[in-house]
Structure formats: structure tokens, C-alpha cells
């Protein structure tokens, strides 16, 4: 069974739990925030040797229990109260992008949602406007995978938001979410993840760049695959000289129980049992190493180290940088 086979799987079970991504067909496991954003922080910036790293908040969404898979639901509710959240309420993921800026050159790590998750994300125009950064300024955008919630930011009303800005993206993971063939096969649910993709195909069509695995993309980024949530789910090592930072996308996303149960997936994983062992690989990795990571749904920041903890692994916040 190839990995597309698998990955076609994974969109059938993630459509029963609802997998539509778009705000025209909102999915039943990301629950309407009631809250509005006007109370969240916009911005953290971090230096990786010479490298400034700004985390930008795109928003927020809040995962329905349902959509976590191979966990029960008293290590869910275990979980979260270890996290001081209450166990009756939906689980609260942050939306995080990064912006690096080396002279004229600005990269974006992701993108956000854009329009895709509703009134609580969307705002990555607003924050890298903070920045002094405009959308004509971008130089490149690296996807961590195609999601609607890493995509959905590149595209405006009138088409591409970064009209000067390389698309750069997984070689796996665009062949996927571009295939007519997988998208004709897929739920009717997940259809918007196809739709969106293509879109933004089209859009960036003559400024996309794929890369593979350990692509060295230039500018201190250099790729790591990460395959599960989606076939060509990518990491984004950024390094400078001995500092590295590794935004590890969706690997890792809910930190009140991946974790500690890192057998534990989502819904929208393509492949459960794949993302689970990556997540294990690269969480003994990070450990080993004892390497800063960044996560897209972690709360925000979303940037601290790994530890083992009890057989299993736990997540240790970064001090906050004062630069």
C-alpha cells in the first residue's frame, strides 16, 4: 500500500469526524471560539545565533475530544487537568507562523489560516504590518505542509497575498494535495483542503519551489521530513553556527497530551500510525540533542525544549527573551 493509499484512508476517517476545514463548512471538531483576539499577544521574537526569529500569532482554534484518536477518555481528561484545563471544555491550539529577516531577505514559515478558521485567525497581515513587514516584502514563504491552516494566509481576494515571495513546499505533499485523481476519490467533507491547495497551486504556480527531505534551502533553513499528519509533513530546522531551532509544524500539537501519550493523533492526521512514530523519532531527537523546538498549536509561543519524564516526554516552556 503506497503512502497515497494510506493518506486517502486517513481523509475518510477525518471526514467522518467532520475534516472540513473552511469557514463555509466549518468541521465539528474545530468548535466556533466564543472569545474574540483583541486580548492576544501578537508577537515573540528569538534569536537563533544571529538569526532573529519572530513568532507570529495567526489566532486560535479549539479542538473538539472527539477528534483525539488512540487515547481514552480518562487520559484525556487526566491530561488535561494536568494542564489546568477544564476537561469539559473543547482543547484550546494556538496558530503560530514565523517570520526571519536576514537584510532585504524576509521568509515565512507557514502562513495561517486566513480566511478558513472564522473571526479567531486570520490575522498574519495584521501582525507582520506590527513588524513594518508588508506583504510585497516577503521574499519567501516554506510550508510545513499544506493544511488549510498553514495555506489559507497566502491567499487574498485577489488572489495571491505575497506577490513577490517563492513558494516553497514538499515535493510529497504537493503532488498530494494537488492530485485530481486522490481529490476526486476524497469525502465530499474534504473537499476544501483540495480546493484550497490548488488554489494556492495556481496562485504561486511560477514562484514554487519543491524540496525533499535535508533540502538545504539557504538562509540557515535546511528541511527534515516528518511524515503522518500528511504525506510530505515537513520540518523547518533553522540554524546558525551551533544554535538551531526546530519548528516542527503539526508533529506534536496538543500539548495537554501528545506528550505525554505520544501514541495519541488527531482526526486529521493522513496516516495515524506513521505521524506517531515521527513524533516519536523526532521527540527522541530533540531530547537527545537537547534542541529549541517551535510548534505551529502549542500555546503560544509554542517554543521550549523536550524532556523525558516517566517513559514518556514533557514539554518545558522556554523563559520568555527580552531582545
Known amino acids: 500500500m503506497t503512502s497515497f493509499d494510506l493518506s486517502r484512508r486517513g481523509l475518510i476517517l477525518g471526514a467522518a469526524a467532520g475534516a472540513a476545514f473552511l469557514a463555509a463548512g466549518r468541521p465539528h471538531p474545530l468548535q466556533a471560539a466564543a472569545h474574540s483576539m483583541a486580548p492576544l499577544p501578537t508577537f515573540y521574537d528569538r534569536m537563533v545565533g544571529n538569526l532573529r526569529v519572530t513568532t507570529l500569532l495567526d489566532g486560535y482554534f479549539e479542538l473538539d475530544q472527539n477528534s483525539v484518536t488512540n487515547l481514552g477518555d ?9 494542564a489546568y484545563l477544564d476537561p469539559a471544555d473543547p482543547i484550546p491550539l494556538a496558530i503560530s507562523t514565523h517570520v526571519i529577516r536576514q537584510g532585504d531577505q524576509v521568509s515565512l514559515i507557514d502562513a495561517g489560516a486566513g480566511g478558513a478558521f472564522g473571526p479567531t485567525a486570520g490575522r498574519l497581515r ?11 516584502d516577503v521574499t519567501r514563504v516554506v510550508l510545513t505542509h499544506m493544511h488549510p491552516d498553514h495555506i489559507g494566509g497566502l491567499m487574498g481576494d485577489n488572489g495571491a497575498v505575497f506577490p513577490n515571495a517563492s513558494l516553497h513546499v514538499s515535493e510529497t505533499d504537493h503532488a498530494f494535495w494537488t492530485d485530481e485523481t486522490i481529490a476526486s476519490g476524497a469525502p465530499e467533507s474534504s473537499q476544501g483542503f483540495f480546493a484550497l491547495a490548488r488554489a494556492v497551486s495556481e496562485a504561486y504556480t511560477q514562484r514554487t519551489e519543491m524540496f525533499g527531505d535535508n533540502t538545504d534551502l539557504g538562509g540557515g533553513l535546511t528541511t527534515l521530513a516528518m511524515p503522518g499528519h500528511t504525506p510530505g509533513h515537513s520540518g ?17 500539537a496538543v500539548a495537554s497530551l501528545q506528550f505525554r501519550h505520544p501514541d495519541a493523533g488527531i482526526a486529521f492526521d493522513a496516516d495515524s500510525a506513521q505521524a506517531a512514530e515521527t513524533r516519536r523519532r523526532v521527540l527522541d531527537m530533540v ?10 498549536h502549542l500555546p503560544f509561543p509554542g517554543i521550549g525544549h523536550v524532556e523525558e519524564k516517566d517513559g514518556a516526554y514533557a514539554w518545558v516552556p522556554e523563559e520568555w527573551q527580552h531582545i
Open 287 to 296: 531530547v537527545a540533542d537537547k534542541m529549541a523546538v517551535a510548534g505551529t
Open 236 to 252: 523547518i530546522r533553522v540554524s546558525d553556527g551551533s544554535d538551531q531551532l526546530l519548528i516542527w509544524g503539526d508533529s506534536t
Open 126 to 136: 495584521t501582525s507582520l504590518e506590527t513588524l513594518g513587514v508588508a506583504p510585497e
Open 74 to 82: 480518562e487520559q484525556i481528561e487526566e491530561g488535561m487537568k494536568a
